[in-house]
C-alpha cells in the first residue's frame, strides 16, 4: 500500500479564533485544497473534468476534534483516492485526514 499524498500547511494568524485556535471552517478548506493539489499531482484537470461533465463535489463532510491547532503550527493534510468498480471518478470517495491534525473528512 501506498502512502496517501500529503501537503504541509501553516496555521496563519488570521485562521484563528478568539481563543487562538483554528478557527471551525478553515478544516474544510485545508480538505478541499489537499483534495486539488493532490488531483492535480495526479495529472487530473479539474478543467477537463468540467469540460466532460463531470466534477468534484463535496457529499458529506466529518470533522472529529481530537486536540487544537494554534497559530503557527504546521499540519500535513492527507488525501487519498477510494474509487468504485472500474475506477469510475463518478464512484470516487476523496478521504482527507491529517497525521498532526484532529480531523478526518469523507
Not at 32 to 60: K, M, Q, T, W, Y
Amino acid at each position: 500500500m501506498t502512502e496517501p499524498f500529503s501537503v504541509r500547511l501553516e496555521i496563519r494568524s488570521y485562521e484563528i479564533d478568539p481563543q487562538l485556535h483554528l478557527n471551525g471552517g478553515f478544516y474544510i478548506q485545508y480538505a478541499d485544497h489537499a483534495r486539488f493539489a493532490c488531483a492535480r499531482a495526479a495529472g487530473v484537470s479539474i478543467e477537463d473534468l468540467l469540460g466532460s461533465g463531470l466534477g468534484p463535489v463535496n457529499l458529506e463532510t466529518v470533522i472529529k476534534y481530537h486536540r487544537e491547532l494554534r497559530g503557527g503550527d504546521e499540519v500535513d493534510v492527507t488525501c487519498e483516492w477510494e474509487c468504485g468498480a472500474a475506477g469510475r471518478p463518478t464512484g470516487c470517495a476523496i478521504s482527507c485526514g491529517a497525521r498532526t491534525a484532529p480531523w478526518r473528512r469523507r
